[in-house]
């Protein structure tokens, strides 16, 4: 796993380095503009060129910039520098001075490179000035961009902008911030590169990176004196007659994540056109009134033995599913998984209902279905959804996924970024098929916070495979997703 750090997280890390750890200043700043230089000259000899410009503020981040010229220009790059003020901190003053090349006031179209070094991790709000026109300069040189720790403009602890440098390549000095993965971020940064300054951490971070490695274990090799009981049952309560689709999509990605046994639950009016949709799933009619489902307390009890359960997908909202939630809250002991329009159900009829449970929980909202639980706006959920959700994990005593480019997975104690995603995961269906993984995962034995970092991966790795299947992230469904589920998981166990 990779640290993931808050911007006030870094500045404690710098400061303790050099307080008390006896690292200079300038040493850090020398190794952050020597890493900087190494990642530019890299994408020079990929690409060609050998003229490089360094755009660079005031600030640290301007002395990074700096830096990284006398570094290029001692190993043979024409290299110039634009600084847009004259008023610089101690460091970058300090890099500036050191610095004996040309010194221009705007960009050359025959610039091959751009190193922007504008704005560092700590800027919020929108350019203005000679700094907007900077960012709109560089944005639209054609050059090849390198941007020192982040790109300019952006916000380095959520990774909203107004105006920002679009990068080629972002040299995260030190360790990634949150800015890099979420929201705007991923769109800005480009090839995300962490280099290691020697900067340490007084404390264990606050978040961090999945990565594959983390999640392979829990899908181990099989042993042969082995059954279909060995690996659990996972039940799928989902569908509504508007929606169809949503259970045969979380049904059929639960069986290719290697559960034992996998029930899909439906409302009784779907029952006849699904069966034999999914031969190797266990059909079941539900109770129901006019295509929703009802919560007859017998049905529900025939799914508690199940090790997972995910409801909610394409059910509607109704009293009757928020009805079926509530059942399973206060009568079932495994993992429960919530999606879709339980959460909606909940968000409509009432959210104490999580209190007190008995299982172990695990909420999967997109930004507006978590608006609706928590009762804040989307555009605050999107500014500040990690301490909303790591709030909300607290409260209730459960794990949130909250999904985005960059997908938010904390149970109020831990906070795990996945950015194992793409675009090609932006339709409808996306969301069923994680609930199915989630229910397979946890009728592994996976405990809800686990189950939520393992099923965001997977779907994020197998939508990624999906992609580079079909060719096209426009034309990857859901059903793409699913069938490069196997592949997915085989490059787990690759890693």
């Not at 190794?31 to 360094?54: D, H, P, S, T, Y």
Request: charged letters at 20%; glycine letters at 12%; hydrophobic letters at 40%.
């Amino acid at each position: 796993m990779e640290n993931v750090l808050s911007c006030a997280e870094m500045r404690a890390a710098d400061r303790y380095t050099i307080a008390e750890r006896g690292v200079s200043s300038q040493l850090l700043m020398e190794r952050a503009g020597r890493a900087i230089a190494e990642e530019a000259e890299a994408l020079l000899n990929e690409r060609g060129g050998r003229r490089v410009l360094a755009v660079c503020g005031g600030g640290n981040n301007g002395g990074d910039g700096w830096c990284a010229a006398r570094i290029l220009s001692l190993r043979g790059f024409d290299v110039a520098v634009w600084p847009l003020t004259d008023r610089c901190s101690p460091d970058c003053a300090a890099q500036r001075a050191l610095y004996h090349g040309e010194i221009v006031g705007c960009i050359s179209p025959e610039t091959d490179l751009i190193i922007d070094a504008v704005f560092g991790t700590g800027f919020h709000g929108e350019p203005e000035g000679v700094y907007a026109d900077a960012v709109a300069r560089i944005n639209g040189s054609g050059a090849a961009v390198v941007a020192a720790d982040i790109p300019s403009g952006l916000n380095g602890e959520d990774g909203t902008c107004v105006a920002a440098v679009r990068a080629d390549v972002t040299v995260a000095v030190g360790e990634v911030k949150r800015g890099h993965l979420l929201n705007d971020g991923p769109d800005h940064c480009g090839r995300l590169v962490r280099r290691d300054i020697g900067i340490e951490l007084p404390e264990p971070p606050s978040g961090v990176l999945l990565e594959g490695a983390d999640i392979a274990p829990l899908f181990p090799p099989r042993r042969r004196n082995t059954h279909k009981g060995s690996y659990g049952e996972a039940a799928i309560l989902a569908g509504s007659l508007s929606y169809s689709g949503a259970p045969l999509l979380s049904a059929s990605a639960a069986l290719r994540c290697g559960c034992g046994y996998t029930r899909l639950a439906v409302p009784q009016e779907l029952f006849p056109p699904l069966v034999g949709r999914i031969p190797e799933a266990i059909l079941t009619a539900f109770p129901s009134a006019e295509g929703a489902l009802s919560a007859e307390e017998g049905a529900l009890r025939a799914l508690c033995d199940a090790a997972g359960i995910a409801v909610g997908m394409g059910c509607g909202v109704s009293r009757g599913v928020y009805g079926c939630v509530r059942f399973l809250l206060e009568n079932y002991e495994n993992t429960l998984i919530l999606d879709a329009d339980a959460l909606n159900s909940l968000a409509a009829y009432g959210t104490d209902v999580l209190r007190g449970h008995k299982c172990r929980l695990l909420l999967t909202p997109h930004p507006k279905e978590f608006s609706r639980l928590c009762g804040a706006p989307v555009a605050d959920v999107l500014r500040n959804g990690v301490e909303l959700a790591f709030r909300f994990a607290s409260e209730y005593n459960c794990t949130v996924l909250l999904k985005g480019c960059t997908s938010i997975i904390t149970d109020g104690k831990r906070i795990c970024f996945n950015a194992e995603g793409t675009p090609a995961l932006a339709k409808g269906g996306s969301g069923d098929v994680l609930s199915g993984i989630a229910a397979a995962v946890a009728a592994r034995g996976a405990d809800a916070f686990e189950t939520a970092c393992a099923a965001s991966f997977l779907l994020g790795r197998a939508g990624r495979l999906a992609e580079e299947r079909v060719g096209c992230a426009d034309s990857v469904i859901a059903s793409d997703v699913v069938a490069a589920l196997a592949s997915a998981i085989i490059s787990l166990k690759e890693e």
